[in-house]
């Protein structure tokens, strides 16, 4: 796929006039997809896609051109040279874009990440097999990922994965489930059976005790990784970007203005390293390895892509146009896990959150629900589920005032999503023990 | 810009040549075409275009079912894919949950087509970018207007369905989505008007713009934006409201579209997008809401964003009744899950693109007007508050409690319009919420709106859907406001 690639941009080249520079982008894909219900197969095959999105410029005059490719050289040349027509003839209508930049410097970077997946002959009757007397709905994704970038300056970026994510939930009953996730580069029978006998404690608990009945208010919570999880995909929509905070669209406008903080033992940022994204991005400008975004409660740095570095005249750090961190890493705390139900002592402990939206945006304020399996906790005690629960409570009352401790050991969780795409990022998370958090309904 | 020069007949023909014999294959192909122009605050930014092409096989063999997808048109890359299908049918026939060798596939011949007036390419880029740039000036015109947005978004979608049992199914359809957004700054206040969120869709080409009020909501949108700066938060009490249709399309999108989607109710979505406190007994006898409540799945409106008259199984497209007086009759399930639950449906099985499955999707979701006016219904409200265009949205998984917040407010005190409030919230729970609907807008107050990114399935898909809806009255809701 990478020769393949390069191949394409060397012809690219060869059609580009004296004053006129070009750059590719290629997202590719070769991904089997077993979706299963009721511990069943229940839609199942493959995927094989390979994109490229051209851009050409005379100047700061350019268009992008986003093409699919059969992989075949004389067809896709083809269609290369008619896009190369199409994007001149776009160009000559459009002034000139005042934020348009390309990258000063060639930096070539080739990351390659080997794994072994389970085969699919095999997998799929392990699957249901391991999953046989449960109730398993989700879904096993495994493949091939690949990323690359080149421009008429020569440089040469590619990124290849072979990985999996397995996410799945098991029920009984209803509404009432455990929700698990195994993914990664190489596959382990292992530590997949270790993650389904967890799978089973957490659902005995879910079959013997009858759900718990809690009314609105204020109550000591812990959010597990994956309940935190939730807070961090919506702040991610908007919140750390240079864009959305000059424009006041930022979520965490008060804390970069230095009107509101967080806990002190608040620190995140965007840290490739560990992380399961390519180090360049869609332009070409690779990414630092580390950029704190808040430090002790304090922000530090937003996401900035070339375009609002030009906009803004601050120096890019690499962010993609959406400016969403794709490899963010939480600092843990002090709270030891086997000591959470007890510094709990009475509350919820709560698995999973869904659906989060703003319900102030500028006060950081966010309403969505409990999923899966919230437990009510007494006596430091883990004691029944109880019903679903809306929460609308403030980032910066739960990561801020209120924010009582963090688990000492993170957890690395990878993007399950794969809209148009299978994702590659991913979040390294602690848990978090939080005082007085509102639930509305 | 050219697609393959592979047509769809051609594909077939490679395909049926490779496949040999199982219980029964299909073909779907989809070409399509996109472009966006962006107007940021005076700034055009560059053009983007894109092409994409690509096809799904999906076989039925043993009982099980497998599907491939590529966009590689060579003899090869049409071999691998029949191999990649078929080998995952078969593998797939021990543990399939559905027994599809029991399935019956419709052999429709079929054509659709969106009236379209002014293609995309038929006005120059030069003249497009001079349309957002006189929307830009009049978004921009006040120094209070601190970032807008003016955009075209334009997608033309070809697809073809052709199965071994000579079913061809060839639809073309085209939609524009005109959106305009701006963010006010005044007074240490922040807010943000759009042009009905992203809700401004509908089929069709360049012409929409007219029909829509673009150069219109230009115009107004600051001004409101910067007003909404200067008002009080919304009060938190229980009032009654009347939603405007650009706020009703998510209220009916998340507490009616979803919860009667079949693949939900049958548990397929259990592990991503939520599961259904509807369940099979509920149909034909459930009262989802007052009696003032119609809701169709209406394919049939020429301009509605989800129309077409077959879905991606190649069934027949027609208007249904989902709720009809209140009083819930069918759902939104495809032929696959309407065998497999035993309750009537609709043809709604959709994918987003050549690379996903289809499944369970909303189309045209509506809710049918009815006899109130706009001002009959605020005359009839002692206090209450007017809600217009969703900015926040949020449900839980059984698709029951809610929470819904608006971009703009405006208080109804005795039977009046007052001033304006910011943040307006509102929360509930669907299962109560339709029965405290206590009118329904008349066709004057109805618009065709709808969403381009209705996301659910796994793998992934966010797929386009319409609703029409008028403006309706809600009685004793909790609102509630900011902070």
Redesign the interface.
């Known amino acids: 796929m990478q020769d393949y690639f390069y191949q394409l941009l060397n012809y690219i080249n060869t059609q580009m006039k004296s004053d006129e520079e070009f750059s590719a982008y290629f997202t590719g894909e070769s991904s089997d997809f077993c979706r299963f219900n009721s511990s069943k197969v229940r839609q199942a095959g493959h995927v094989l896609q390979k994109h490229i999105r051209l851009n050409v410029n005379k100047g700061k005059r350019h268009a992008y051109y986003q093409l699919p490719l059969s992989g075949d050289l004389a067809s896709d040349s083809s269609v290369l040279k008619d896009a190369i027509n199409k994007l001149r003839f776009v160009i000559r209508d459009i002034a000139e874009d005042p934020y348009f930049v390309t990258t000063d410097t060639v930096s070539d970077l080739t990351e390659e990440r080997e794994g072994s997946l389970p085969q699919i002959n095999q997998f799929v009757p392990k699957l249901c097999h391991t999953f046989k007397n449960l109730d398993a709905v989700g879904i096993f994704t495994s493949g091939h990922i690949y990323r690359g970038f080149g421009n008429s300056k020569g440089q040469r970026n590619w990124f290849s994965s072979t990985s999996f994510n397995l996410d799945w939930s098991v029920y009984h009953d209803a509404d009432k489930a455990v929700k698990n996730n195994f993914a990664g580069c190489s596959w382990s029978d292992d530590a997949f059976e270790a993650k389904v006998k967890s799978d089973l404690t957490r659902l005995n608990r879910l079959e013997r005790f009858s759900e718990r009945k809690i009314s609105p208010g204020g109550y000591r919570v812990y959010l597990t990784p994956s309940a935190l999880l939730e807070v961090f995909e919506l702040l991610s929509w908007n919140a750390f970007g240079l864009k959305s905070q000059k424009t006041r669209s930022s979520a965490l406008n008060r804390l970069v203005d230095g009107k509101q903080s967080l806990s002190p033992l608040v620190s995140f940022g965007e840290e490739m390293k560990g992380g399961t994204a390519p180090r360049f991005n869609e332009y070409g400008f690779i990414k630092p390895e580390a950029i704190p975004i808040v430090e002790k409660g304090q922000f530090c740095e937003p996401l900035v892509s070339p375009q609002s570095a030009a906009e803004y005249g601050i120096a890019s750090n690499g962010a993609e146009s959406g400016e969403a961190p794709e490899s963010l890493v939480m600092q843990g705390g002090n709270l030891q896990s086997e000591e959470i139900y007890r510094k709990i002592d009475k509350g919820l402990f709560i698995s999973n959150l869904w659906y989060l939206n703003y319900s102030d945006l500028e006060a950081a304020r966010m309403t969505g629900m409990t999923r899966f399996a919230t437990f009510y906790v007494e006596n430091g005690e883990l004691k029944e589920p109880v019903n679903v629960m809306r929460f609308d409570e403030s980032l910066y009352r739960m990561l801020g005032a209120n924010l009582v401790d963090l688990n000492s050991q993170s957890e690395l969780m990878l993007s399950a999503s794969t809209y148009g795409k299978r994702s590659t990022d991913s979040f390294s998370l602690p848990g978090a023990l939080i005082d007085d958090f509102k639930f509305t309904l | 810009?050219?697609f393959?020069v592979i047509d769809s007949l051609k594909l077939h023909e490679m395909v049926s040549s490779y496949m040999g014999k199982v219980d029964f294959w299909s073909l779907r192909r989809v070409r399509s075409t996109e472009n966006r122009l962006v107007n940021r605050h005076g700034?055009?930014?560059?053009?983007?275009?894109?092409?994409?092409?690509?096809y799904?096989i999906?076989v039925m063999s043993g009982g099980?079912?497998?599907?491939?997808?590529?966009?590689?048109?060579?003899a090869f890359?049409v071999s691998?894919?029949v191999g990649?299908?078929k080998?995952?049918a078969l593998?797939?026939a021990?543990?399939?949950?559905?027994d599809f060798s029991e399935a019956v596939f419709h052999r429709n011949q079929g054509v659709y087509k969106t009236d379209l007036e002014q293609e995309w390419n038929d006005i120059?880029?030069?003249d497009k970018?001079s349309i957002l740039k006189e929307a830009s000036a009049l978004l921009k015109r006040d120094h209070r207007i601190?970032?807008s947005e003016a955009y075209l978004w334009q997608v033309g979608m070809e697809t073809d369905y052709i199965t071994d049992q000579k079913s061809h199914i060839h639809q073309s359809i085209h939609w524009m989505n005109p959106g305009l957004r701006v963010?006010a700054?005044d007074n240490g206040?922040?807010e943000?008007r759009s042009f009905g969120g992203h809700g401004v869709c509908r089929q069709g080409g360049l012409e929409v713009l007219d029909l829509v009020g673009f150069m219109q909501a230009a115009e107004q949108i600051p001004e409101e934006a910067i007003a909404l700066t200067n008002a009080p938060g919304c009060p938190d009490e229980s009032l009654d409201l009347v939603l405007a249709p650009d706020q009703m399309i998510l209220q009916i999108h998340e507490s009616i579209g979803h919860p009667l989607e079949l693949d939900r109710i049958?548990?397929?979505e259990?592990?991503?997008a939520?599961?259904s406190f509807v369940s099979k007994d509920m149909f034909g006898s459930y009262q989802y809401g007052s009696d003032l409540l119609n809701i169709t799945f209406d394919p049939t409106q020429k301009s509605e964003l989800a129309s077409y008259a077959y879905d991606d199984e190649g069934l027949k497209a027609e208007k249904v009744y989902l709720i009809k007086e209140g009083k819930l009759l069918a759902g939104l399930g495809g032929h696959v899950s309407q065998d497999r639950l035993g309750v009537p449906g609709v043809a709604n099985s959709r994918a987003v693109d050549w690379?996903?499955?289809a499944?369970d999707r909303m189309a045209n979701l509506n809710l049918e007007p009815g006899e109130s006016s706009l001002e009959d219904m605020i005359a009839s409200v002692e206090r209450g508050v007017y809600m217009k265009t969703n900015q926040?949205?949020?449900?839980?998984?059984?698709r029951n409690?809610f929470?819904f917040?608006c971009e703009w407010g405006q208080m109804i005190e005795g039977g009046k319009l007052t001033h304006l409030v910011r943040?307006p919230?509102y929360?509930g729970?669907s299962s109560e919420f339709w029965h405290s609907l206590s009118a329904v807008g008349n066709q004057n107050t109805t618009d065709i709106l709808g969403t381009p990114f209705c996301?659910k399935g796994?793998?992934?898909?966010?797929i386009f859907v319409g609703h029409a809806s008028p403006a309706c009255l809600f009685r004793n809701v909790q609102a509630f406001?900011?902070?």
């Open positions: 810009m050219r393959s700034v055009i930014k560059a053009p983007h275009m894109s092409i994409n092409d690509g799904m999906t099980g079912l497998g599907y491939a997808a590529s966009s590689d048109m060579s890359g691998q894919c990649r299908a080998n995952w593998l797939s021990e543990y399939s949950l559905i120059p880029t030069a970018v601190i970032d963010v700054n206040e922040t943000r049958l548990g397929d259990r592990n991503y939520g599961r690379n996903r499955p499944i926040s949205w949020s449900i839980d998984d059984s409690k929470q917040g943040k919230n929360r729970v996301g796994e793998p992934n898909q966010a406001g900011g902070e």
